[in-house]
């Protein structure tokens, strides 16, 4: 055999060996739905994560003011809570986890399952604390600092501070999605998946039983009808 001939034998094998490797890439690659929903829950979890560090960069130092009043020193843990420690648990660890996902989509429930404490202390924080108290604090401390209006933004901190629960309840829609697209053949994954979506669901109503009560006990009695 010439080397012609032998060079171009090397070539048709590796041209089949490169067919078939491709063919195992494709099969081995997630369905094209669950890699959009997990791909979504990264890009929102990025947008989430800038949210955050941007309430820490703009609204923090407004804290430490010379000429803040009197009633607001010492109250960033009243109103920003645990804030800071959530921006560093999500940027640090659960992006990072969620990116690692996006050729494995139904490996995001463990990501859940794994982080179930530092995932729900946002909630836990928020609705430990009487609302009304935060409520009346937040409102002192934008009237005082104008820091919205300085900075052109469309939102206020209030809205700002909604967002570690907001972010929950994208988390249940996008689980949901996942559920609905993971097989009855897939059983294990499937399991998985329906108990962090069981866990984040659960959270969720535990906030909102508490934020009733405190609706309940912050009602003036005074102005309901006569019977």
């Not at 171009?8 to 369905?31: A, C, E, F, N």
């Amino acid at each position: 055999m010439g080397t012609e001939d032998h060079t171009d034998m090397l070539r048709q094998s590796s041209l089949s060996l490169h067919g078939k490797l491709t063919s195992l890439t494709v099969l081995s690659l997630p369905p094209r739905k669950l890699r959009h929903i997990v791909d979504e829950m990264v890009t929102t979890e990025r947008e989430y994560v800038r949210s955050l560090r941007y309430i820490i960069e703009h609204y923090f130092p407004e804290m430490e003011r010379g000429d803040l009043p009197q009633d607001l020193r010492g109250k960033r843990s009243v109103i920003f809570g645990n804030l800071e420690k959530l921006m560093d648990f999500h940027s640090q660890y659960f992006l990072k986890e969620l990116e690692s996902c996006c050729n494995h989509p139904l490996r995001v429930a463990h990501c859940f399952l794994r982080h179930v404490r530092d995932l729900f202390i946002p909630l836990t924080t928020c609705f430990n604390i009487p609302r009304g108290n935060v409520t009346t604090e937040i409102t002192y401390y934008q009237s005082h600092t104008n820091k919205q209006l300085e900075l052109g933004d469309k939102m206020d901190l209030a809205s700002y501070l909604l967002k570690p629960i907001q972010r929950m309840s994208k988390y249940a829609l996008l689980l949901k999605d996942l559920i609905k697209e993971v097989s009855e053949a897939q059983e294990t994954e499937l399991g998985y998946l329906q108990a962090a979506a069981e866990m984040v669901k659960f959270q969720l109503r535990h906030g909102n039983d508490l934020l009733a009560m405190d609706a309940i006990r912050d009602c003036d009695v005074s102005d309901a009808p006569s019977a």
